[in-house]
């Protein structure tokens, strides 16, 4: 029934190649399918003004997509002058969601900023951004306590993320782009490794849902996103 | 123990004042509690291109905050040139859900921008809007259908929105702005007159949370819905 | 003769409510006709860069319109990323104009933002604005000089606009907007409550005029100001 | 008692020297003392969208400032990204004053852009680029007379701009830049050839004026005025 | 003598990986050393307004680079709202550059579109971004052929581009980062397959040059561009 | 051949009029034919943070156009909101060959800022702002020299530009615009006094070009560069 042939249940392959480039302290290409997003990490010892002197350290992300990631050639933000609106709601969603599983009182006076750009999409970005996303944050902060600029981990439970949705009236998980763009219901669902929720979002376009169906909805995600801290933990160990 | 001593599952006061401007096609004052928006709605005789043709109608919108709607001055955004992350996050939300509340086919192609402009805000500007917006969709669509320019209803089922969090450990319903400012987890729900979901947004700050504690608030949200849709049907019998 | 059954020389009814929201430390309503213009006053302890350390203070106004305060919606200056000149202009009139009758130096060195933003328009905002904007600046200084932070009222002389014009080749007072979108000549005057003169303009639009009709507008004027300064000080009494 | 030791009622020297440059259809470099303005006009074959098929003709103005025609540079308003108020006022002034000396149904559907850009300024410089702007309008009407492509003259009677000002305490005409920096009051003064009005703007500057004061700066004006258009008519002659 | 142990005229490793991402028409990505820039083709069934109905082609060109592709992050331009004063300076370089070496009247009244984004940056990224966006370009012209959209090959001659500069006294061939900022003299050389010149840029930075060292620059980048053109020609066998 | 009736070899009529405004620390206009640049240096006590502490000056440029330097009317930057890609590119050129021509530990820690505005555009604007743009340099040196602010000369070697190009066939010198719109190959040469080289930039133009044509070019520029300095001398003795 999915275009992709695959089950209900059934991720989409997914690989994470750590280091891809060099210069970032943490940097993963994460692969889900033909989503693939570079994340990098970049340690900076400065915090907003707003957190200044509060001992706290701070997340953030930013994250683009190159012209042609997509099946037709969307404008380059840079040329046009400004982020889109869909790009500032994704980046926020990307730093907000990174943060929540982060102690930021054991990260100290300094900010990590994760930026992931897309190089090819097919659905899911921002999910695959998180949980790359992640990934990057970890490598970098692993770098921190290696250099004991840090004694505890601030990391203590790994975040990861997943788009479900309702496709054909069928709840099915990880969405690829021809499911996205056909899905009446679609949610993307960021847990902890230990199954703690940080994020739920879901919209319908042109119907509505029932709390049964979010509950199953839920119940996919559970499973997508175990199987996604199983690969960040095999990519960072 | 919250500090307005409402009990963890009352709303604040709401009021509708419709007809609160003169020139627009439906317009509403909406208050809950010390947070006013004014809502306008504005039709306008086409769609945008993506939709040129297809017979469907669309419903859009724009959220603003006076500068001194809130405790100290913000910069006014058009002023500084651009608007923030923030409100292009809201704005974004509020045509989604009410789009999701309309049959875009019985609207014919036309289009329904919804202006929803903070005077004073108190915590929950975003859900106020969406239940104040819909009030003045509702009354511009009343005028299309008795100008005969549509025949059957749009808007078969009311679409409010409620925020709920957890504040001080504990699941309570209508987070005004000093429980806004620090609960650990807050969500903003849209659903129908009939109880069915359009959008759910939950997000931790700082912690995580459960799916218990995310079903009690899916109840505290169920509760307060029906109680801004009774003063939405109200304020447009 | 005129559109709204007025007299030449007829204002039309002026209401002020102060107080219309909470947090600003000054705030009104005031409505001329269907004209309805938010201000709030906003004391900040900073002033701008050219008069730090001159002991004096500074007054300055911005000024917005809702998009659906007119008649046909008009394009919210913060999506369109700038404030266009017509509202550069306002603005600059209008903290010009009340600043024109502040004693800087009895202010101290402290800065108040006049906010003006009109809810509904039917000509003369940039007006009403300077009048309501007036009794907002005077709520803010009595809370300073009630806290003992200013001795000297800085506000000797109320500052209050009127516009006036020539409509169908007569000298009329106070022009709405059927009338300003005819009028072939019209002018604003910003006067004191004693009669002094602050800043007048006047042009011609498809005409010219003769210094008797700019007599006979500034009679009017005279007699319209005169009318605005009892309301304001009826409003701040 | 001037700086310049002018009379109280006495102009700078004026000079007006047409074909400056050789692309423009009308080009003048208009010096007012030490005020230089390169004035050019544009015809162009179009007409703004909201009088496309009326039949009429527009005039527009913008105008610039060379970073260093000041004491101190200035940004370059195109680095910066955006024209500050004060040119946006200035530039306003300048297209609604020359327009209100234009027949507009003679001129037929063509568009004239007045282009006024300060070489370097010593105050008044938008005075003079009315002045100078209307010898390149009048450079571009006579090309199109001579053509053939309108047959009767839109310019019926010149249109000049002057200053005046109270200075310590004295009304004085055409204040330069020490001046006018000091200056309590001052005026902008457009009139025709035959001195009827066509826009007045004084205001003060932390002080105010009474109706005595404001009628001796009308009669100052009507003297420079006067001289002005002399000028005018010699360069264009 | 160089920093990377290279002789004065070894290039980096250079290598060309085609069909990096799926999406576009034709995409390369290209390593020289430690600089790996993804290039994208894109066709298009429109030419700028400039050229419409001339029966010619364009080749445009997009150029920009993530924000951790350098040893510190740089700001990312989308946000920052412009395309800074290098990058545009790079992207018509790379349009010019590969535009002179297409026949555009084979090519047809279609648009070629390189997108070159630098995903690691060690030096000579502008001219990386030439050869590999020829490379992308080759690709797309390719599918064109073979649809039969295109008789006659636009591409009768590769285009490449590699920089030489002046490294502590000693001419050198292939920048990298540590060489071009200590570089006293740069150039870049854009020649096609056969050794014909398209585009020459040397600067001096803090000194000058003879044109003996100008002539012993140019011998280098003759034997650059020939490796590179093999590379090339490997890539797109 | 050419256009103009010039020889091969031959420059247009260049003059140089220093102090054309007077509040610059240095002024020049320089007219290259039709060609007419205004620049003038500015003299700050600071630099950009980059250098502070370093004890070196700086030299930098900005270029603008007047919109009607041209034939037809070009949009004003500073009203588009943004200079174009073509005066960012200018403008780089223009501060980096002033820059290589200065010795910045003699100039001190300040900061000149040379601004070009082309009055009249015929071609070469770029070269001739860099001519004109080394006298106006040349002349703020002077007078720092002069108040003893610094006390060896920092601009021991005149700089100066000349463009070339391939013009129906023939390498000719100082294209003027009917030639510069023609030719499929030009270049822009930047020399000292001397005959040192600063920066070369040719580039094809829907052709190609050989180093021998490459050679011609250089002879011709260096011809060029010598009558230009001589004027430079003359103008600054």
């Given at each position: 029934m999915r275009p992709s042939g695959r089950k209900l249940d059934e991720m989409r392959a997914v690989s994470i190649e750590t280091g891809?480039?060099?210069?970032?302290?943490g940097s993963a290409l994460i692969k889900v399918g033909h989503t693939h997003v570079l994340c990098t990490a970049t340690i900076e010892d400065r915090v907003p003004p707003f957190i200044k002197g509060s001992g706290l350290g701070w997340v953030t992300a930013e994250y683009g997509m190159l012209p042609r990631a997509t099946n037709t050639r969307m404008r380059r933000e840079a040329a046009m002058g400004k982020q889109g609106g869909r790009t500032v709601e994704i980046q926020r969603l990307i730093g907000r969601s990174l943060r929540a599983g982060v102690d930021r009182s054991a990260l100290g006076e300094r900010q990590i900023t994760i930026d992931c750009d897309v190089l090819?999409?097919?659905?899911g970005t921002r999910c695959a951004s998180i949980t790359g996303g992640w990934v990057a944050l970890k490598l970098a902060v692993n770098k921190l306590m290696k250099a004991g600029?840090?004694?505890?981990?601030?990391?203590v439970d790994p975040v990861a993320a997943v788009s479900c949705g309702i496709y054909a009236g069928q709840p099915v998980l990880d969405l690829d782009y021809p499911e996205d763009s056909e899905a009446g219901v679609d949610g993307n669902f960021i847990l902890t490794g230990?199954?703690?929720?940080?994020e739920v979002q879901m919209s319908a376009e042109g119907q509505t849902f029932s709390r049964d169906q979010m509950n199953q909805l839920m119940d996919l995600a559970e499973k997508g996103v175990s199987e996604l801290v199983a690969a960040q933990k095999a990519a960072t160990a």
């Open positions: 891809f480039t060099k210069h970032a302290e090819q999409a097919d659905g600029d840090i004694v505890s981990d601030p990391l230990t199954g703690r929720l940080i």
